[in-house]
Antibody, heavy 120, light 111 residues
Framework: QVQLQQWGARLLKPSETLSLTCAVY????????GNWIRQPPGKGLEWIGE???????NYNPSLKSRVTISMDTSKSQVSLKLSSVTAADTAVYYC??????????????WGQGTRVTVSS | QSVLTQPPSMSAAPGQKVTISCSGS????????VSWYQQLPGTAPKLLIY???KRPLGIPDRFSGSKSGTSATLGITGLQTGDEADYYC????????????FGGGTKLTVL
């Protein structure tokens, strides 16, 4: 059974860079998109971006200038960097995997989530 | 404001049926697959329905999905107290805001 496990810094100061990594166990990102999604406290889901195993990326236009998503296929890992964070970036961040047969394929595996707080 | 529109909340009694709507446009639902996710309190979302009406292995047939034009619907029959959760629809949007988009979520209360 495929499992996604994620980790990274949980407490950041304003202007710092958020950095999270997600690893797949029992599978790989080959033929899949690795996605990052976040959920501010008490709010809904917001898509951050995705990357496939060829390195092709798509980003949420509202975050594009601050986001970098990368993939290490040898380690079956995807990483997220979000620069110049503010309190508005406080959220639970999830990684998720979606089949690459369609841009609208379902996100069929999710990480456990990482609660990131931005505070001075 | 979410690109896809869902009712913020719904409630129903155990054993009953509920349908949750998700409204979009031709740039998203109208030309792309719709997925549905269940988020139990304090947990990560879980895929319930993909490609409009398909269920992943392990999802009971009490859950169903459909799509017509620019709207989609999630149906849940035989409601159980364990179905109390937030439900989100999702798809891809090809407009200027291109990318994955989600509905605002529907909080389902099973009375």
């Amino acid at each position: 059974q495929v499992q996604l496990q994620q980790w990274g810094a949980r407490l950041l100061k304003p202007s710092e860079t958020l950095s999270l990594t997600c690893a797949v166990y029992g599978g790989s990102f080959s033929g899949y998109y690795g996605n990052w999604i976040r959920q501010p406290p008490g709010k809904g889901l917001e898509w951050i971006g995705e990357i496939n195993d060829s390195g092709s990326t798509n980003y949420n236009p509202s975050l594009k200038s601050r986001v970098t998503i990368s993939m290490d296929t040898s380690k079956s890992q995807v990483s997220l960097k979000l620069s110049s964070v503010t309190a508005a970036d406080t959220a639970v961040y999830y990684c998720a995997r979606a089949s690459a047969y369609s841009t609208s394929s379902g996100l069929n595996s999710w990480g456990q989530g990482t609660r990131v707080t931005v505070s001075s | 404001q979410s690109v896809l529109t869902q009712p913020p909340s719904m409630s129903a009694a155990p054993g009953q049926k509920v349908t949750i709507s998700c409204s979009g446009s031709s740039s998203n639902i109208g030309n792309n697959y719709v997925s549905w996710y269940q988020q139990l309190p304090g947990t990560a979302p879980k895929l319930l329905i993909y490609d409009n009406n398909k269920r992943p292995l392990g999802i009971p047939d009490r859950f169903s999905g459909s799509k017509s034009g620019t709207s989609a619907t999630l149906g849940i029959t035989g409601l159980q107290t364990g179905d109390e959760a937030d439900y989100y629809c999702g798809t891809w949007d090809t407009s200027l805001s291109a990318g994955r988009v989600f509905g605002g979520g529907t909080k389902l209360t099973v009375l």
